[in-house]
């Protein structure tokens, strides 16, 4: 069964404080590992797809990375509307979306 | 890019009564649509899969007499929640993917419907 685990469940910065949001993955054949925005009562808006290890994409403050085992988003001095929920979700051999429980950012002026 | 239209944003209903969610791909066909259920501080769990003119695949443990789905044209998808109670109040987020036969391309997702059931 194809897993998603990200960490932390909840990460607070000051306005420009760069980090790195986690996310570990065990799964059957990655076919594709995504990253999306999640804002409150609001659906998940697509960031980032990542197909093999060594990827690499970016957005604005964002970079999201992909190793064998994890992926890393990487938010260069964020903002206050950085915001959001972020989640990470895989697809397998079995074209299923897995998705993790989401790293919850809050981003202090 | 792609947009997904989901109605409504929000339902309130009593115990017992049905209430029917709208899915639309505003800008591109979509042959396959996907329901989802999110609980608070949880993963999105994936309900069933939706096709255009064949019969939902449901996930095991989702009943397919309570969650009714129809997937009419290649723009809507519905999913009706039959005999609606208390344990059913949940956000229902549908999903689409705009290009079929592409690598695993992205889902897009619609914003979600708050359903409360009183």
């Known amino acids: 069964e194809d897993q998603v685990t990200q960490s932390p469940e909840a990460l607070r910065l000051q306005e420009g404080e760069s980090s790195s949001l986690n996310c570990s993955y065990t799964?059957?054949?990655?076919?594709?590992l995504f990253w999306y925005r999640q804002d409150p009562g609001k659906g998940p808006e697509f960031l980032f797809t990542?197909?093999?290890a060594g990827e690499e994409k970016e957005k604005e403050r964002l970079k999201a990375t992909l190793t064998k085992k994890e992926s890393f988003l990487h938010i260069t001095a964020p903002k206050p509307e950085d915001s959001a929920t972020y989640l990470c979700a895989v697809t397998g051999a079995n074209s299923k979306l897995t998705f993790g429980k989401g790293i919850t950012l809050s981003v202090r002026p | 890019g792609a947009v997904v239209s989901q109605h409504p944003s929000w339902v309130i209903c009593k115990s017992g009564t049905s209430v029917k969610i709208e899915c639309r791909s505003l800008?591109?066909?979509?042959?396959?649509m996907f329901w989802y259920r999110q609980f608070p501080k949880q993963s999105l769990m994936l309900m069933a899969t939706?096709?255009?003119?064949?019969?939902?695949?449901?996930e095991q443990g989702v009943e397919k007499d309570k969650f009714l789905i129809n997937h009419a044209s290649l723009t809507l998808s519905t999913l009706t929640v039959t005999s609606a109670h208390p344990e059913d109040s949940s956000f229902y987020i549908c999903s689409a993917t705009r290009e079929t036969g592409v690598r695993n391309s992205p889902l897009h997702f619609g914003n979600g419907t708050r359903l409360t059931v009183t």
């Open positions: 799964v059957s054949g990655l076919r594709g």
């Open positions: 990542l197909y093999s």
């Open positions: 800008d591109f066909q979509a042959t396959t």
């Open positions: 939706s096709n255009e003119g064949s019969k939902a695949t449901y």
